[in-house]
């Protein structure tokens, strides 16, 4: 699976929705990480999908 770069321009002007606190980018997964809401947003084709709806809720409990 080839990953898709994401333009680092738009890394730098995007914030969380909830909190509008900057994001983390992980290549790997193809996600931006809010460590504020404990969300980790989408990406797909190049494309960040902004929406809480679409996030994946990050757990930091170390049972799960």
């Known amino acids: ?14 914030v969380c929705p909830v909190t509008k606190a900057t994001l ?12 504020a809401a404990g969300l980790a947003y989408p990406i797909r084709d190049g494309i960040p999908i902004m929406l809480v709806d679409e996030a994946r809720q ?3 409990d170390p049972r799960s």
């Open 1 to 14: 699976m080839s990953q898709t770069q994401v333009d680092p321009k738009l890394l730098e002007i995007l």
């Open 24 to 35: 983390r980018y992980d290549a790997t997964a193809q996600e931006l990480i809010s460590d």
């Open 58 to 60: 990050l757990t930091d």
